[in-house]
């Protein structure tokens, strides 16, 4: 098992910056990928950032340019700057781990943390 926890959410105005920031703890060495998803109201989940264990990264378009994901694999923490925030970035933003255990895939969430955009 592995757990997770994010920090770092809150209301921030237009043009304005937020980093979030997620610990996991428990199975770490099964992590393969550490990323973020976000769910808005009425929409479904959707991909934001991952990054891999090596370091590859992968971003939704929507938010290229803009934010950026970082892994720290001493402290098992994965982050994401976010800048330039427009309203429509606006939703919970969950932790996500990809973990293998035994040739099995886990999918692991945090609890959210929500990002208001207000203009």
């Known amino acids: 098992q592995v757990q997770l926890v994010e920090s770092g959410g809150g209301l921030v105005q237009v043009g304005g910056s937020l980093t979030l920031s997620c610990a996991a703890s428990?199975?770490?060495?099964?992590?393969?990928?550490l990323g973020w998803y976000r769910q808005a109201p009425g929409k479904q989940r959707e991909l934001v950032a991952t990054i891999t264990n090596p370091g590859a990264t992968n971003y939704a378009d929507s938010v290229k340019g803009r934010f950026t994901i970082s892994r720290d694999n001493d402290e098992n923490t994965v982050s994401l700057q976010m800048r330039s925030l427009e309203p429509e970035d606006t939703a919970v933003y969950y932790c996500?781990?990809?973990?293998?255990?035994?040739?099995?895939?886990?999918?692991?969430w945090g609890q959210g943390t929500q990002v208001t955009v207000s203009s």
């Open positions: 996500n781990a990809e973990a293998y255990n035994e040739f099995h895939r886990y999918d692991y």
């Open positions: 428990g199975m770490v060495w099964t992590i393969h990928s």
